[in-house]
């Protein structure tokens, strides 16, 4: 198995700032590795909800987390703010496959690197539903 | 039992930003009662890093927190900006009551306002340490 | 300001055994006052849920938080196991006023002593609403 | 890509109880995909502690996480007990790969499948170490 390596800001396509929070930080005085997975959480929604996606609460269509994972170069610490970089790697037919690369502070490089597999389904039935024409268009910006 | 009430952001000294994350919203669509404590950690430990007198792993003296409280007026979402507003009500001998009120992007009137209680203790025995001259004098420009 | 002491198990009606995990422990080595309310939340809402009065994304009359406050006497750790203990000590039109005791492992005091004020509203209006009589009958076991 | 498949519990070695919490559910009414992490290292971290391999703020070597990942199959809800099953499937010289599957109430099937990569370090200068003989011989038992 090769280790992913860190990657530069320049291969993400679109920035979230994120400050960390008190508790954050877990005994080892780092930012505890499922807060990374809030991140990217966030910044998915974020960008979901900006590009008008995604409105919490009365979306028909909500992405749902099949799989998600993330490998750590170097520690984020409170308080930083975290930059989140968001890009798409792969637009399936009901699914999106986002990237997320994780800077602290002014870092050029990422502090971590993760992936983010969103299957878009029915809010009521929970079953997948295809991706409209619009929202391929969008997502090809994160492209 | 009165119920106390909504202030506005003038009643407030110092003042950070903090963004909600996707899952501070529990499944009533708001923020949960629980994290707007997250947010009363994070400013008053960001204000003592950024006043000099708590640095993580390292200070003799740290905070310990003895008492909370919460008033909530009204909702907070993801994704809202929640500023929160800091001053000091109280500064006993080794305590320190810090008051916040949490205001959704650009309310004027905060949306909860709580208190939280400090007791500095020395970071090995865990027992109460008097407040120094110069934390006193920095404290005081919260009140 | 006279502070609240430390009660013993038998100063509650139900209790919940809740363990700690790895990241509710913060950089000083014990649970972080905020987890504490995560515990409030958890061990009320279990109980409504138990005796038939909330079922998530189903009932009509759900209970938002106006009010919650805790007295922090001792360290909770992770792993331990919290004990909550619940009891209601106000029963209003519309509100109820929850108590819990935090009790680590086989303690007979309890580490942490709260409360959590619960107004009842109506699920689409968020309207208070008065609380039926049965609801009133079963919070009376809990008195 | 071939997405791996649900196992049963028979598939691991070691279990360890873990209630939801009230806040663990978003507002899609199940448990956020980053709490199955805060079960992962909930579950490992315990197992270290119960076998005197970790014991926190004393032990010279801590466990680092690199990597972790998961594989979501089913909704979890709060309030289910998550029953997390633990197995080792790499021991490299100073790494452990666990892999966790998380099982709700009495499922046989799991609802997620994650796995968790530590490198042990030297607590001071956070420099991987080697792992020690009996720390390899209480793996096994997990193999």
Redesign the interface.
């Known amino acids: 198995m090769t280790?992913p390596a860190a990657e530069p800001r320049s291969a993400y396509q679109h920035f979230q700032?994120?400050?960390t929070?008190?508790?954050d930080?877990?005994?080892?005085?780092h930012v505890?590795?499922?807060?990374y997975?809030?991140?990217?959480?966030?910044i998915v929604?974020?960008w979901l909800?900006e590009n008008d996606i995604l409105e919490?609460?009365k979306s028909e269509t909500?992405g749902?987390?099949?799989?998600?994972?993330?490998?750590?170069f170097a520690p984020i610490?409170?308080?930083d703010v975290v930059h989140g970089g968001l890009r798409v790697s792969k637009i399936g037919s009901s699914s999106v496959t986002y990237e997320i690369g994780l800077f602290a502070n002014d870092d050029e490089s990422c502090a971590a690197k993760g992936h983010f597999v969103h299957v878009y389904v029915d809010e009521k039935t929970r079953r997948p539903v295809k991706l409209s024409d619009e929202m391929r268009e969008k997502l090809g910006h994160l492209q």
């Open positions: 280790r700032a994120m400050p929070r008190w508790n930080n877990d005994v080892y005085g505890n590795n499922s807060v997975y809030f991140f990217f959480d966030t929604n974020c909800i919490i609460g909500i749902l987390v099949v799989e998600t994972g993330c490998n750590f610490t409170y308080p």
